[in-house]
């Protein structure tokens, strides 16, 4: 399995800053995902990267950009966080489509 | 729009008493059907992935079989350890990247 290392683990911020999420895969799968988790809304995708510098939007991706500059790492950014962002974030990887996702530890943010 | 649906949303057993948890689903050309375990505080988990209708698959106490618009996690004589949130997903042939639909998830109870 993938080794996914998410940062920091819980995170509490005021609305309007920028925040960034990392996560970090030890495996070296193509492909990578963000997404929040929410009470009564399950999981839903934010944005998704199948290769270095190649990302595309999710359900969710409104007030989110990611960047992937190698293949280890993926990095979720709120621009302007609001309450509403307020979630549990995981990411994960898969080495391939039809496979089964590993995620991480998730982040837990709290926008005040 | 792909859709999945799990049921029932919680369900509370006796150790030893076997059930059967439901994820019903609506994607354009199903290429995979995934379930997933989560504990408090973590991330999914992943289970098994059923490729075709009549698959089945099993992992301990756990089998997971498929048809054409459904499939079953069937819990053959739990334990209290097997508490935990099940999340079923779905891979469809229309979407891109690899990426999986959840549905909400059912919230497994035993009791000692």
């Known amino acids: 399995d993938a080794g996914i290392t998410q940062s920091p683990r819980h995170k509490v911020t005021e609305t309007g800053t920028p925040v960034t999420l990392r996560c970090h895969q030890t495996?070296?799968?193509?492909?990578m995902y963000w997404y929040r988790q929410d009470p009564g809304h399950g999981l839903r995708l934010i944005h998704y990267?199948?290769?270095?510098?190649?990302?595309d939007k999710g359900e969710v991706s409104d007030g989110y950009s990611v960047s992937r500059s190698k293949t280890e790492d993926f990095l979720l950014t709120l621009e302007s966080a609001t309450s509403s962002q307020t979630s549990v974030y995981f990411c994960a990887a898969s080495a391939t489509s039809g496979y089964g996702y590993t995620f991480g530890s998730g982040t837990r943010l709290t926008v005040v | 729009e792909d859709q999945v649906t799990q049921s029932p949303e919680a369900l509370r057993l006796q150790e030893g008493e076997s059930s059967s948890l439901n994820c019903s689903y609506t994607?354009?050309?199903?290429?995979?059907l995934f379930w997933y375990r989560q504990d408090p505080g973590k991330g999914p988990e992943f289970l098994f992935t059923l490729y075709s209708a009549g698959e089945e698959k099993e992992k301990e106490r756990l089998k997971a079989t498929l048809t054409k618009k459904e499939s079953f996690l069937h819990i053959t004589a739990p334990k209290p350890e097997d508490s935990a949130t099940y999340l079923c997903a779905v891979q469809a042939g229309e979407t891109s990247g690899s990426r999986l639909t959840f549905g909400e998830g059912t919230q497994l109870t035993v009791n000692p």
């Open positions: 994607v354009s050309g199903l290429r995979g």
């Open positions: 990267s199948y290769g270095v510098k190649d990302t």
């Open positions: 495996e070296n799968h193509r492909y």
